[in-house]
């Protein structure tokens, strides 16, 4: 039996979901531990918990994290060590990744683009066995940079498990105006998500519409919401506090269209995106990057220009015109995004190591 340490360096968000669907894997063949900060509460495995991450940008926490991972792999006996979060190591330019005698695997959620991170994520990636990435196009950007093995499992629905997939949670109560379609944007404020960009394009919307807004505030604050929202109020519905898994659920099953306006400088899948599709929901989203390449080649949705506002107001009337329907390959894209494929997968590749 192969031993396996998960190790992540946050216990919010998609990082909780993310670990809690590698930590249902049921095998015979492989035995699964994590490393992971304060509050990472999973039951199903043993969890080490970290007095080193998260690191940020400090190489001296950096140093002392790659440390502990050491002595936690040691103590168990780990045979693999995955970094589930390999977005963490991107200011580190791989940098003692080779002292590990174990096999190495690292997923990359969001990757930027500048020349200083980019000879960092090649460094990373030479440091490593395995890279794991959630679409083509970045897969095949790893390849051009790094002869490191590259792996490509799609990201699924975690909230929306296959048996309640046809189920409608709607009990929550948005208050949402049902002779409008809604386009939902989810998730905290970050200003990478591009919000602001939304709301400067529904300025230029004819059809009616809801827009529910729901997710941590961070970045774009709700005053900045409401100052380019003012033309269009009414049609504003506002949850700015960290969503729960029934609200975020709720919140997916009670809109037509979910927005993802990212910046070119998110380059990576959305959770929102695969939580959209689990629900059949329309996408909106940029055409570059993954999300482009993912949202286009699934006939998903409909892509603009990114960060061009009169593209995204295009787009959006173009989609208001009807709910979106799900083609024959939209179909078989939301069918590969289950929790169990994803599990399988994932055990598939540690047994390889």
Known sequence: MKTVLLVDDSAVGHHLSYMRGIAGIDSDTIHLAALAPKGFEISEIEVFESRWAPVHRNFLRYGMWLREIHDTAVKINADIIHFVNADALRPFFGVGLELFTQATMGTFHNVQHSFIREASLTRNLNGLDVALVHARFLATHFRYISDTSVKIVDYPSFEIEAADRENVFNDIGWGLDKGKLTIACLGATRMNKGIDILLRALQRVDMPFNLLIAGQETGVSEALIRELSD???????????????????????????????????????????????????????????????????????????????????????????????????????????????????????????
């Open 231 to 353: 033309s269009y109020e009414d049609s504003v519905y506002l949850h700015l506090s960290h969503l729960s898994e029934n609200e975020l659920v709720s919140a997916v099953w009670s809109a037509d269209y979910l927005a993802l306006p990212y910046r070119k400088t998110h380059n990576g899948i959305s959770g929102p995106l695969a939580l959209g599709v689990a629900a059949k929901k329309g996408i909106i989203g940029p055409d570059h990057g993954s999300l482009g390449t993912v949202i286009t080649d699934n006939h998903l949705g409909y892509v603009f220009e990114t960060e061009d506002i009169a593209s995204l107001a295009n787009a959006i009337n173009r989609a208001l015109v009807s709910k979106f329907e799900y083609d024959e390959v939209a179909n078989a894209y939301r069918n590969r995004l289950t929790v169990s494929n994803f599990r399988r997968n994932m055990l598939d590749l540690y047994e390889s190591l």
